[in-house]
T-cell receptor, first 118, second 113 residues
Framework: NAGVTQTPKFQVLKTGQSMTLQCAQD?????MYWYRQDPGMGLRLIYY???????DKGEVPNGYNVSRLNKREFSLRLESAAPSQTSVYFC?????????????????FGPGTRLTVT | LAKTTQPISMDSYEGQEVNITCSHN???????ITWYQQFPSQGPRFIIQ???TKVTNEVASLFIPADRKSSTLSLPRVSLSDTAVYYC??????????????FGTGTQLKVEL
């Protein structure tokens, strides 16, 4: 049981290049998320997918696109990378979104992808 | 989303109890309080969640007063491996499992020998 896996671990891009960050989870979770974390900052939500077939914008979606390929996989694409997108990107999953008796569903995070755009 | 305020950093020694307080004056009725832990170069990890009074699990305790305007994460007998950033999250559909999980800058806990 690997949990949440992300590829690649590191990536360097030139301004204007494109790339796709891959994320997969093996916990049969319905919901998946993409976050970015800038140095010394907390995480900010980019996009999320509450369930297979749906995606929604988070706090900082500009410059990104996502695809929920199937229940396991959720990819994040940078069409034209910019230096401002230099960050660490985390993927996460949870059984569901929202509130149920006893509190919110726990999110499980992957190890992150460190992206540098020059 | 309720705004949270927590100390930027704290220092402790091994074997001591550490209490990290989070202030959330505008917490809403339906909000839960959730804490995550993050080690360097890793994603955050869920620690504990509560609504009121006290919650305890194998890792930590969470104390929430009756007015719920603050909460305290208590880590018993910390070790070097507890050195990490701790995030307090409070809010609508985001605190620990909702649509908009909003992290502040967290509290950097440093544990020394």
């Amino acid at each position: 049981n690997a949990g949440v896996t992300q590829t690649p671990k590191f990536q360097v891009l030139k301004t204007g290049q494109s790339m796709t960050l891959q994320c997969a989870q093996d916990m049969n979770h319905n919901s998946m998320y993409w976050y970015r974390q800038d140095p010394g900052m907390g995480l900010r939500l980019i996009y999320y997918s509450a369930s297979e077939g749906t995606t929604d914008k988070g706090e900082v979606p500009n410059g990104y696109n996502v695809s929920r390929l199937n229940k396991r996989e959720f990819s994040l694409r940078l069409e034209s990378a910019a230096p401002s997108q230099t960050s660490v990107y985390f993927c996460a999953s949870s059984e569901r979104t929202g509130l149920l008796s006893g509190g919110y569903y726990e999110q499980y995070f992957g190890p992150g992808t460190r992206l540098t755009v020059t | 989303l309720a705004k949270t305020t927590q100390p930027i950093s704290m220092d402790s020694y091994e074997g001591q109890e550490v209490n990290i307080t989070c202030s959330h004056n505008n917490i809403a009725t339906n909000d839960y309080i959730t804490w995550y832990q993050q080690f360097p170069s890793q994603g955050p990890r869920f620690i504990i969640q509560g609504y009121k009074t006290k919650v305890t699990n194998e890792v930590a305790s969470l104390f929430i007063p009756a007015d719920r305007k603050s909460s305290t994460l208590s880590l018993p007998r910390v070790s070097l491996s507890d050195t990490a950033v701790y995030y307090c999250l409070v809010g609508g559909r985001g605190a620990g499992g909702g649509n908009k999980l909003t992290f502040g800058t967290g509290t950097q806990l440093k544990v020394e020998l």
